[in-house]
């Protein structure tokens, strides 16, 4: 019902800043909240931020608060995640997610019902 597609990824330097976008299609009226997840290689999924699509209320993982910021397009249906001051540790692939139950807990796989197809950021020392 809901298709996401990342993009924005790429190669950069230590300290360099980068934004992802991900845009939605389908039954994005639905939509209760997006989110990013991310993966290294060798390590698990894990929660990066989410944003409440209707008040945008945000949340972050602890790694990456105060450097990462993540907003919305309504009218274009795009959710982005801005990223600062960037560490070789935030290199993964970043998958963008989102959900359309009410109340779903932020930070839990548990709690994603569509995962678009990751855009990998590499940070090189």
């Known amino acids: 019902q809901v298709q996401l597609v990342e993009s924005g990824g790429g190669l950069v330097q230590t300290g360099a800043s980068l934004r992802l976008s991900c845009a939605a299609s389908g039954r994005t009226a639905g939509i209760y909240a997006m989110g990013w997840f991310r993966q290294a290689p060798g390590k698990e999924r894990e929660f990066v931020g989410s944003?409440?699509?209707?008040?945008?209320?945000?949340q972050y993982a602890q790694s990456v608060k105060g450097r990462f910021t993540i907003s919305r397009d309504n009218a274009k249906n795009t959710v982005y995640l801005q990223m600062n001051s960037l560490k070789p540790e935030d290199t993964a692939v970043y998958y963008c997610?989102?959900?359309?139950?009410?109340?779903?807990?932020?930070?839990?796989?548990?709690?994603?019902?569509?995962w678009g197809k990751g855009t990998l950021v590499n940070v090189s020392s």
């Open positions: 997610t989102a959900t359309t139950r009410i109340g779903a807990l932020s930070g839990s796989e548990a709690g994603v019902d569509y």
């Open positions: 944003i409440l699509w209707s008040v945008g209320y945000t």
